[in-house]
């Protein structure tokens, strides 16, 4: 609608897939939660399995827009706007979401990890919807620790957005993914530094490492938004932040 109003869309005739039942809904099952493309925001916020398993997901929904946005914007049109600064995809990508996509010959998944293949570029063909977000559940405690950094607390978009869960078992980081929005062209899951801090004591050496390699890792640009300067520095403080908390669960 905003394109649309602003000029930059034809206005010829658009499908409202607002009242299709097959992309609505939260289904759980014992591995995994599945929420339609069509679940709002709000809808995510008041998810009992959703705050308790996957509380990212429900803080980067209670910080998008404002509550007429909530009730109305969609995850699967959050994630298929494709924009690098989206709220809920780094949450997505930190709890290594799996997306459905439907066609009138089939469906198939991909890792949304895969699935951003450049600036609004993304793995999906004229034909198809986004039909769900697939969640795994994990049985183990993890730290969950999400930043959106903007100019205001509400209605801001964000110059940094920062998802990360992890823990620390008989001293050592495992199970750590982290993402980062507003840095890079597409959501970005920094699978270096994960690399760099997995399986490693949360001490300054590993700390210093980390930001080594995210500094390498993520490409902040300066717009009209924010500076590379600022974008780089914030990243840096997050992810120190963030091992620094990292405790055993
Ligand atoms: C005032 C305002 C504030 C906002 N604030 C934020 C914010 O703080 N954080 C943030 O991340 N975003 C924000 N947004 C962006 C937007 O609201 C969200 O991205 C929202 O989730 C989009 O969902 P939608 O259902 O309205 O998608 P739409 O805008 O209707 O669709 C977006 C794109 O996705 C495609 N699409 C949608 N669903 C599907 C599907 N199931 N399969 C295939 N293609 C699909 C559409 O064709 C379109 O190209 C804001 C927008 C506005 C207007």
Redesign the pocket.
Known sequence: ???LEAGKLPHKN?VN??NLPE?RGIAITDDRVTLG??T??TEIQNHEVLREEFPMLCQ?AK????I??QN????????????P?????PALLAYDAELE?VSKTGSRRIRYANFHTGYKQMD?RAD????SIGLPRTKNALMHYYR?V?TRKA????KVCFAAVGRVNIGRIESARLAL?SVAPIPLRCVNTEAVINDRAPDGEAIAAAKATLTREIAPIDDFRSTRDYRLRVSLNLLEDFLRRLETL
């Open positions: 609608m905003v394109l658009y897939i607002w992309l493309a069509l709002t925001y980067a910080e998008t827009g404002g007429a946005i109305r914007g969609t995850i699967g049109g959050n994630i298929l706007n494709a924009s600064a989206a709220d809920s995809p996509l999906i198809e919807l986004l039909q959106k903007g209605q801001a978009i964000s929005g």
